[in-house]
């Protein structure tokens, strides 16, 4: 892969950045102090993603005896505050890339071997900080999946309200890191004539970053789906816990909240796919026929976590079906509350179906990738 970033992709090329070749360097800048603070914007990624890590972990931990609804609330809030915290920093360091990279930009630095490493090092920690927060998501999941049976209703509305606010956060993040890759991207793609013959290393360490990008969506998917598998389960718990009339109002009001649950799942999907698009811009940039079928192979793996989102949307709604089944016996000629049991389906599912067409256009992408091999 002797060329690798050294084919422009007019497809991709950013509108506000422009490759100032040939225009004269003003003497005394430092190159390398630039090239370094990206270095330095790699290694505080690196450190983030762990920390982030190290949340998912102990929320993996809160198990058996540990796992009770205080504990749970406790934990889960904290994890909220700390995450809010990454995600000012992430926002600070996304804006110190930018500002970085537009400089290097203006000043026409002569790109160099080091800096192409420090390139290729912010994609592996944007990597790796996105497979953090799939893990977190996954264990946020499982939490509620094991939680739910012994919640009380009201309980059950707590949690929800907790994992929303949990979902909101992480979702902001996702939008800071696709902020980030995006421009990284571009750079690469601007630039990409310029870049000097890589080494082998370059080349070995570029197709690691890649595939890391491709299963950082992977593990952020199946955590999604846990996610969902946990929402089936508390709304089944729901439905067993609603056995009067009186209890109608509270399951619809219920749920409502998994709604708002989906539709923030729905816009982290929409994350995801934006950041696929950004992968497959990559993949156009010198990479040879048996290295592409590697990725092919990561892309497939990719379809395999969009199935298991579609399963655990299949069985969210078969819990809606057996709601919608509970309120017809609680009240069956009650034609208001039959009413609005089939409304709140239908919101849901509006929801649902939307997730789906997000999804249906991450598989289609992928195919197309593998059919034009």
């Not at 889960?76 to 290097?104: F, G, H, Q």
Request: hydrophobic fraction near 50%; proline fraction near 2%.
């Amino acid at each position: 892969m002797a060329n690798i970033f050294n084919i422009n992709s007019e497809s991709y090329k950013d509108n506000n950045v422009q490759n100032n070749v040939g225009i004269q360097q003003t003497p005394g800048l430092n190159a390398a102090a630039a090239f370094n603070v990206v270095g330095s914007i790699a290694a505080e990624e690196n450190a983030l993603a762990a920390l982030i890590q190290e949340e998912a972990d102990k929320l993996s931990l809160l198990t058996g005896a540990a796992l009770t609804f205080a504990n749970f609330s406790d934990l889960t809030e904290s994890i909220t505050r700390t995450i809010k915290t990454v995600l000012l920093k992430n926002t600070v360091l996304e804006a110190k890339l930018t500002e970085t990279l537009n400089y290097i930009d203006s000043e026409n630095f002569t790109i160099t071997p080091a800096f192409v490493d420090n390139l290729i090092a912010i994609l592996n920690r944007i990597a790796n900080e996105e497979n953090a927060l799939g893990n977190l998501i996954r264990a946020l999941g499982n939490a509620v999946r094991l939680l739910s049976p012994s919640l009380t209703l009201a309980q059950l509305q707590a949690v929800d309200q907790i994992v929303i606010s949990l979902l909101r956060v992480i979702t902001e993040k996702n939008l800071v890191l696709l902020s980030k890759l995006r421009r990284l991207v571009s750079f690469i793609v601007n630039n990409s004539a310029a870049f000097p013959e890589p080494t082998a290393a370059q080349v070995a360490a570029t197709i690691t970053a890649i595939n890391s990008l491709i299963n950082s969506i992977i593990v952020e998917e199946n955590g999604l789906a846990v996610l969902i598998e946990g929402e089936a389960v508390k709304l089944g718990r729901a439905v067993a816990l609603t056995t009067t009339p009186a209890g109608i109002p509270v399951l619809l009001a219920f749920n409502t909240t998994i709604t708002s649950v989906i539709d923030i799942v729905v816009q982290k999907n929409m994350i995801l796919e934006a950041k696929l698009e950004d992968i497959l811009a990559l993949l156009a940039l010198g990479f040879t026929p048996a290295q592409l079928a590697v990725f092919a192979v990561a892309l497939s793996n990719l379809q395999q976590s969009i199935a298991n989102e579609e399963f655990a949307l299949a069985a969210l709604i078969g819990t809606e079906a057996l709601k919608i089944n509970a309120v017809s016996g609680i009240t069956p000629g009650n034609i208001g509350n039959l009413v609005a049991v089939n409304d709140s389906a239908t919101t849901l599912l509006e929801s649902i179906t939307l997730k789906n067409m997000v999804l249906q256009q991450k598989n289609l992408e992928v195919i197309n990738f593998i059919l034009a091999l």
